[in-house]
């Protein structure tokens, strides 16, 4: 399901998996992207201070903790719209201190992902980068996810993440109406060689049917044949010699062509006890419970929900500083704030906030030179895995109902709530 590297994500100049992530529609509502921009900005803040840039480009370019990182942000767990809302969020969360951090994120999706070029052009002219090489590497990686990577799958999606010094992540997304399904290509500069020669740092998407990639280190003969026989034949000679080839019995693939492991996200949009590692989940809340009272009692200011925060702040902690093989169930990250459809729970508009503040506060205290709050963030992680291996806690199913009971008290909401807000304004006229 997943390939673990123990020594942290450093090989990420190869496709390190794939997933299935059923298509969504619809949009963030308005209440949910700002609040997405201010945690992803302020979560991305964090680990460049603690990590560095480039380890936040190695994390971006890591599929699995790309999609934990949406789910603890309050989208929809498994879908596709993680890919766009991430994005976005980071975007919007970004902008204001790219210049301090030396992150700049361009794309999007649609018109805005044909904007890259210029936008990487623009900045390289402000920051000192060879902004039309990297320009030329965007269309590039498009080009190799849309002709050289035949998968069935349309792009829609191009977002481009560069830092000062030149290095970048690239994460895009195609589209198959036909299976309700999209795919997500990821891929960083870190390691690449080549833009043809198995360059891609993941692939996320179902395997449906036959995939001619023609970016596999094994497809190197085919890609020279290919333009040989271009120079040779001429595009017209290419054509006749195609109309004379007659079907043949399909042959079986040898079994090196096997895929790489890869994770499926399912199609059911409520979260099961199967899709979440349940002792990981224990070990976060029990640090919660031990933690809070000694590391965070003077930040949280707001009655009733002090403990509730500090679990989502566990959670969040851990996407800053968990180890990839961490992120194989982003399903568990949903725990901290929910998600905008109510699943597994409405998004806890209290406590998001709250989980901001604190987040926020041990961030600027850090770049002030005092880490106290910052390392009480990263003690409350630690504790969480060694707890794992001896707490106990509640079903999922209890976990889970638990949240709805007390959803009033949190300021739960979701886009059903947003629909339901005309009617209720017309009722009272």
Same mark, same amino acid.
């Given at each position: 399901?997943?390939?673990?590297?123990?020594?942290?994500?450093?090989?990420?100049?190869?496709?390190?998996?794939?997933?299935?992530?059923?298509?969504?529609?619809?949009?963030?509502?308005?209440?949910?992207?700002?609040?997405?921009?201010?945690?992803?900005?302020?979560?991305?803040?964090?680990?460049?201070?603690?990590?560095?840039?480039?380890?936040?480009?190695?994390?971006?370019?890591?599929?699995?903790?790309?999609?934990?990182?949406?789910?603890?942000?309050?989208?929809?767990?498994?879908?596709?719209?993680?890919?766009?809302?991430?994005?976005?969020?980071?975007?919007?969360?970004?902008?204001?201190?790219?210049?301090?951090?030396?992150?700049?994120?361009?794309?999007?999706?649609?018109?805005?992902?044909?904007?890259?070029?210029?936008?990487?052009?623009?900045?390289?002219?402000?920051?000192?980068?060879?902004?039309?090489?990297?320009?030329?590497?965007?269309?590039?990686?498009?080009?190799?996810?849309?002709?050289?990577?035949? #998968?069935?799958?349309?792009?829609? /999606? &191009? *977002?481009?993440?560069? %830092? !000062?010094?030149?290095?970048?992540?690239?994460?895009?997304?195609?589209?198959?109406?036909?299976?309700?399904?999209?795919?997500?290509?990821?891929?960083?500069?870190?390691?690449?060689?080549?833009?043809?020669?198995?360059?891609?740092?993941?692939?996320?998407?179902?395997?449906?049917?036959?995939?001619?990639?023609?970016?596999?280190?094994?497809?190197?003969?085919?890609?020279?044949?290919?333009?040989?026989?271009?120079?040779?034949?001429?595009?017209?000679?290419?054509?006749?010699?195609?109309?004379?080839?007659?079907?043949?019995?399909?042959?079986?693939?040898?079994?090196?062509?096997?895929?790489?492991?890869?994770?499926?996200?399912?199609?059911?949009?409520?979260?099961?006890?199967? #899709?979440?590692?349940?002792?990981? /989940? &224990? *070990?976060?809340?029990? %640090? !919660?419970?031990?933690?809070?009272?000694?590391?965070?009692?003077?930040?949280?200011?707001?009655?009733?929900?002090?403990?509730?925060?500090?679990?989502?702040?566990?959670?969040?902690?851990?996407?800053?500083?968990?180890?990839?093989?961490?992120?194989?169930?982003?399903?568990?990250?949903?725990?901290?704030?929910g998600g905008k459809d109510g699943a597994p729970f409405p998004v806890p508009l209290k406590v998001y906030d709250e989980t901001i503040k604190v987040l926020k506060y041990a961030v600027v205290k850090a770049r002030l030179g005092q880490s106290e709050q910052a390392d009480a963030l990263k003690r409350l992680d630690s504790q969480s895995r060694q707890l794992e291996k001896t707490a106990t806690g509640p079903s999922l199913k209890s976990y889970v109902a638990e949240e709805w009971r007390r959803s009033p008290d949190y300021g739960g909401r979701t886009v059903f709530d947003d629909a339901a807000e005309p009617f209720a304004r017309a009722k009272k006229r």
């Open positions: 399901m997943f390939q673990i590297d123990t020594r942290g994500v450093q090989s990420m100049a190869q496709r390190s998996g794939s997933a299935d992530l059923p298509l969504h529609g619809g949009r963030v509502p308005a209440w949910l992207a700002e609040r997405m921009a201010k945690l992803g900005g302020v979560i991305c803040e964090a680990i460049v201070q603690e990590y560095g840039r480039d380890e936040l480009l190695r994390r971006l370019a890591n599929p699995f903790w790309f999609q934990s990182f949406g789910a603890v942000m309050g989208m929809d767990w498994h879908s596709s719209g993680i890919t766009t809302s991430v994005i976005g969020a980071l975007k919007r969360g970004l902008q204001p201190m790219e210049r301090e951090l030396g992150l700049f994120v361009c794309g999007g999706r649609g018109r805005h992902s044909r904007k890259t070029p210029g936008e990487l052009v623009s900045i390289g002219y402000r920051v000192g980068f060879d902004g039309a090489a990297l320009a030329q590497a965007s269309r590039l990686v498009a080009k190799v996810d849309s002709a050289a990577v035949q #998968d069935g799958f349309d792009l829609y /999606l &191009h *977002g481009f993440i560069v %830092a !000062a010094d030149g290095h970048w992540v690239v994460v895009q997304q195609g589209m198959r109406n036909a299976s309700s399904t999209a795919r997500r290509y990821h891929w960083t500069s870190e390691g690449l060689e080549s833009f043809v020669d198995a360059p891609h740092a993941a692939i996320e998407g179902e395997a449906e049917g036959e995939i001619i990639n023609l970016t596999d280190k094994r497809a190197e003969r085919s890609r020279k044949a290919q333009v040989d026989l271009l120079a040779s034949l001429g595009p017209d000679g290419i054509v006749d010699q195609l109309i004379d080839l007659q079907p043949k019995r399909p042959v079986e693939p040898p079994a090196q062509m096997s895929l790489l492991p890869h994770l499926v996200m399912p199609a059911h949009h409520d979260i099961r006890e199967k #899709d979440v590692m349940m002792r990981r /989940l &224990h *070990g976060a809340l029990a %640090a !919660a419970e031990e933690q809070a009272p000694r590391d965070f009692a003077e930040l949280l200011l707001v009655p009733g929900i002090g403990a509730r925060t500090v679990q989502s702040l566990a959670q969040v902690a851990e996407v800053i500083h968990g180890a990839p093989h961490r992120f194989a169930d982003p399903a568990r990250f949903a725990m901290a704030h």
